[in-house]
């Protein structure tokens, strides 16, 4: 009965929604359309790379997608557009456009923070301007 009523939660928690913006492009397309899971971190924790949906900490009402590169408790790093977590380089392949001229970015999320960027780099409000967001501000993650 458990396995059932699981499964009910995951399948009503399936949520479709069309990209605005280009930050997370060549990724997602402006326009596209992708679903997110709202319970897609219930049965487990959020992991690097995963795409989650929150809202904008800048403004209110307005809902993101960004991709998590910096997990709790890690010193995580932008410089000169390379990602670091821990002194030590990350292939970051989704990364599009970086600015290796941009100012560098140090973060240190506390336990129930993640650092949040956009692909698309050059065209991404993310955790460069709000800093790092908690864990509870994520409504979903991105099923591909």
């Known amino acids: 009965m458990k396995f059932i009523v699981n499964r009910l939660i995951e399948l009503l928690s399936i949520q479709f929604i069309r990209v605005r913006g ?8 402006e326009n596209s359309w992708v679903f997110t899971k709202r319970a897609g ?32 408790g890690e010193t995580v790093e932008l ?11 990350v292939v970051d392949r989704f990364a599009y456009c970086p600015d290796p001229s941009a100012d560098n970015n140090q973060w240190w999320p506390r336990p129930d923070e993640y650092v949040v960027l956009g692909d698309n780099r050059a065209a991404s409000t993310d955790s460069r301007k709000f800093g790092p967001v908690r864990r509870s501000a994520f409504r979903g993650r991105l099923v591909r």
């Open 22 to 29: 280009r930050s997370m492009e060549p990724t997602i397309a």
């Open 41 to 72: 971190f219930r049965n487990r924790e959020p992991r690097r790379f995963d795409v989650v949906r929150l809202e904008d900490p800048l403004e209110p009402n307005h809902w993101i997608l960004k991709r998590i590169v910096g997990l709790p």
């Open 79 to 89: 410089r000169s557009g390379v990602l670091f977590v821990d002194e030590q380089p």
